[in-house]
């Protein structure tokens, strides 16, 4: 069985549910700024806490945005940012010593290879390098505890319709030299990591030029910058799916892998996408450039919706949908693991899943504005992603099995279903994304 279901590390205080949840997935994405930020904790936890493979995003695109995206509110360069310059050097730390981002003109022939070399050693060996000292003479008699990445990723660059065709080329250029060095890194696989604009990807003959280019590679990775899936035209779905079946068509036995997505790609690891990678809170969308936090609404992953539904809808719904006791709420709704916990008085008592905090807390707006929110209590923020993990292991697994009408007779079921209490904007995705993945 295929083993190619990765969660992303987000943050330290996440590490006691990827322990605690690490039945629900097969490996971890860890991004290069993380690691650059907390390496004894990430080094910790992979050594000691969890025994999966792994690999390093090593995020090189953060170098080429606005400043601002990088910089603290004070003006200064965020000190994970900095601690990953220092690792890859020239010519990054021109960011530092100039104070500007990073253009495809400050690398030299020079420069190039000295940086993809640092941007490999770092995946490769961050993590290893970080473990205490303890532990490393505990290795250094068990070599099999050493952890390293399963693959690494060239240095790569964010692509946009306005400015792909210098970017593309320099990232062309760090991919083959990255391929001349596999040697020093025990030749293991180096990936090509495309990250482009939504509007890019409708672009078929930029696509196939892409996927021409970084067909070098041992595998691929891609990031669509702030595709939502629940929220894309049909044009859009097939597309993803195009680039699949090109890069498939043309590279049968190497690995694609999508790096932010929700159940249309895991619709996908049945034509062709070999893994995928999510979020324990919001993994499955990504803008390139954060627009920052957001707030913290208590959500509930509806299995058949294949969505988060704010609490305050999934109480309505519940009365909507008259599940009254707790056998309809198990046949109607979940009977995860963390669902039969949880619901298990004789009446339906959703308020366990979304309980907020009594005391509001006050968020003050840069516009002066002033707003009360209520924060979801830990616990039921924690229930909702037990559940989230526990039916994400569910669906992939159900996927793997079930022939493909099956799986599309389920979309068209929970559309029939559901529409009555929503509007077609909110579900019609349900629909395309079985069209999508029907046509040949
Ligand atoms: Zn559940």
Redesign the pocket.
């Known amino acids: 069985m295929h083993k190619n279901h990765f969660v992303r590390y987000g943050t330290a205080a996440e590490q006691k549910y990827m322990r605690e949840y690490q039945h629900t997935y097969d490996g971890i994405a860890i991004n290069g700024t993380i690691l650059a930020h907390i390496p004894k904790a990430i080094s910790a936890f992979m050594h000691k806490d969890v025994n999966k493979k792994f690999f390093v995003d090593p995020m090189t695109h953060s170098f080429q945005h606005e400043l601002d995206k990088i910089t603290s509110a004070k003006g200064e360069i965020k000190s994970s940012i900095k601690k990953l310059i220092e690792a890859y050097g020239e010519p990054i730390n021109i960011i530092s010593n100039k104070n500007r981002p990073i253009k495809n003109t400050d690398f030299t022939t020079k420069n190039k290879k000295s940086f993809v070399q640092n941007v490999l050693l770092f995946q490769d060996q961050h993590i290893m390098r970080n473990i205490d000292e303890e532990y490393r003479e505990y290795i250094e008699y068990n070599p099999t505890l050493r952890r390293e990445p399963s693959f690494l990723i060239a240095p790569y660059f964010y692509l946009k319709q306005s400015s792909i065709d210098s970017w593309l080329d320099l990232n062309t250029e760090l991919l083959e030299i990255a391929l001349t060095l596999k040697k020093k890194f025990n030749n293991k696989d180096v990936y090509a990591q495309v990250v482009i604009d939504k509007r890019l990807l409708l672009n078929a003959s930029k696509i196939d030029d892409l996927i021409n280019k970084y067909s070098i590679a041992d595998g691929l990775l891609y990031w669509i910058d702030g595709l939502d899936e629940t929220d894309s035209s049909k044009d859009e779905l097939k597309s993803i799916r195009n680039l699949i079946n090109k890069y498939k068509k043309k590279n049968p036995t190497k690995r694609i892998i999508s790096l932010y997505g929700g159940y249309f790609s895991e619709l996908l690891l049945n034509d062709g996408l070999y893994g995928i990678v999510h979020g324990l809170e919001y993994g499955e969308t990504r803008d390139v450039v954060p627009v920052g936090g957001g707030i913290p609404l208590s959500k509930y992953y509806l299995p058949e919706l294949r969505k988060r539904i704010p609490a305050a809808r999934m109480l309505s719904l519940l009365k909507s949908l008259k599940i009254d006791t707790i056998e309809k709420f198990h046949d109607e709704i979940?009977n995860?693991k963390?669902?039969k916990k949880v619901v298990n008085s004789k009446v339906v008592d959703f308020n366990d899943f979304i309980r907020s905090k009594p005391e509001p807390k006050t968020i003050r707006y840069s516009s002066g504005r002033v707003r009360q929110i209520y924060y979801p209590e830990r616990e039921s923020k924690e229930l909702c992603l037990f559940?989230y993990l526990?039916?994400k292991n569910a669906e992939i697994k159900r996927i793997k099995k079930e022939k493909k009408e099956t799986l599309i007779k389920d979309l068209n079921n929970s559309y029939k279903k559901y529409i009555k209490f929503f509007s077609e904007d909110e579900i019609n995705y349900l629909n395309l994304w079985a069209e999508v993945v029907e046509c040949e």
């Open positions: 979940c995860c963390v669902c559940h526990e039916i």
